[in-house]
């Protein structure tokens, strides 16, 4: 949280799945809509993965990264990535002090539980890359010593669609450190009628204290329930169709890249925290199948021929998904 952010009241509860849960609740207070990508958020936090949210402009990515910062008791900082984003203004650099005479290490804002990585691919690759030790180790190496992360640690990023002008296609090997891609769609109509409602009465999307959020969960929560999660049991049968599902994809034609090793350990992941959230103590081929698309979506690269075919990454997984025999 940030020093100039008003300290919001604590509510307590001691489920931690109750806790997680309503964390819905309260950035719904700020965001209509988008129920699916909070929903997503909430796994990626009890996965300790990071997010890559991806969405044409003015369709609230921003709001609900801050929104469900509000909601939460932890350290926060936004970077507004842009053209001239230097590596050390995300990660920290090496400072002189001339009372001292030595140099010393002035922290980036990787420094904290929640970082928002706003527009990511705006900038070039360079600087995308100064974020790969920490996503992945969580931790950050300048002049060759390394400095361990807050834990928790998320990366929550936000995108503009690539055919946008000014953005820099993100490296295949920095997508692969984030958990899930969620795509942040327009809202319906209904949705956007609330939304002026909300406007028209007030809502100011920079006063976010103003729209009541209150911080319902933090660390003990999130530990607690990551400790639940971890009792979730998966039978023989659902661990191999999660390895038949990733296998499928490297040999489907339409792709050049299928889903690696990992990607199949992230679905695994994301599934056991959805069937936790969803009050079951043991995975279901339905919670692989709800959590494939998200996971998996940004693992896998079109061949030229089928992108020109009007293919797209989520249509072929749901080919994938419907000719992968589900056990029983």
């Known amino acids: ?33 988008q129920d699916s990508v909070v929903t997503g958020l909430v796994v990626a936090l009890l996965c300790r993965g990071h997010v890559l949210l991806e ?19 932890l350290d926060t900082k936004r970077v507004q990535f842009t053209p001239d984003l230097m590596p050390g203004d995300v990660t920290g650099s090496l400072v002189y002090d001339a009372r001292t005479s030595r140099f010393e290490f002035r922290p980036g804002p990787v420094f904290t ?49 690539v055919e946008y002008e000014g953005t820099y296609a993100l490296p295949e090997a920095q997508l692969d450190r984030f958990l899930l891609k969620l795509n942040v769609e327009l809202p319906g109509r209904d949705d956007e009628v609330r939304i002026l409602q909300r406007h028209d009465a007030g ?39 999660v390895v038949d599902l990733v296998r499928a994809t490297r040999a489907a034609p339409a792709l050049s890249l299928g889903v690696s090793p990992r990607g199949a350990t992230a679905l695994l992941a994301t599934s056991k925290a959805w069937a936790w959230l969803s009050g079951r103590d043991f995975l279901t081929p339905d919670d692989v199948k709800a959590l494939a698309r998200p996971t998996l979506r940004h693992r896998v690269a079109l061949r030229p ?9 989520d249509g072929v997984l749901d080919g994938v998904l419907a000719s992968v025999p589900v056990p029983r």
Not at 20 to 33: Q, S
Not at 124 to 141: C, F, G, I
Not at 306 to 312: K, M, V
């Open 55 to 73: 969405g044409v402009p003015g369709v609230a990515k921003t709001l609900l990264v801050r929104s469900l910062a509000a909601a939460l008791s």
């Open 305 to 313: 021929e089928a992108e020109l075919d009007g293919a797209t990454a």
């Open 113 to 161: 539980n929640l970082l928002l990585a706003d527009e990511i691919n705006r900038t070039p690759p360079k600087t995308q890359a100064a974020l790969l030790e920490a996503m992945e180790e969580r931790q950050v190496s300048v002049e060759g010593t390394p400095r361990p992360l807050p834990d928790p640690f998320v990366v929550a990023a936000t995108q503009n669609p």
């Open 203 to 241: 809502f100011d999307p920079r006063d976010l204290p103003a729209a009541g959020i209150q911080a319902v969960a933090g660390p003990a929560e999130l530990e607690a329930a990551r400790a639940a999660m971890s009792a979730v049991t998966v039978s023989e049968e659902v661990l191999g169709y």
């Open 1 to 33: 949280m940030s020093p100039t952010t008003p300290r919001r009241t604590r509510r307590t509860t001691t489920d931690p799945r109750e806790a997680l849960l309503a964390l819905r609740e309260e950035v719904a207070k700020a965001v209509v809509g």
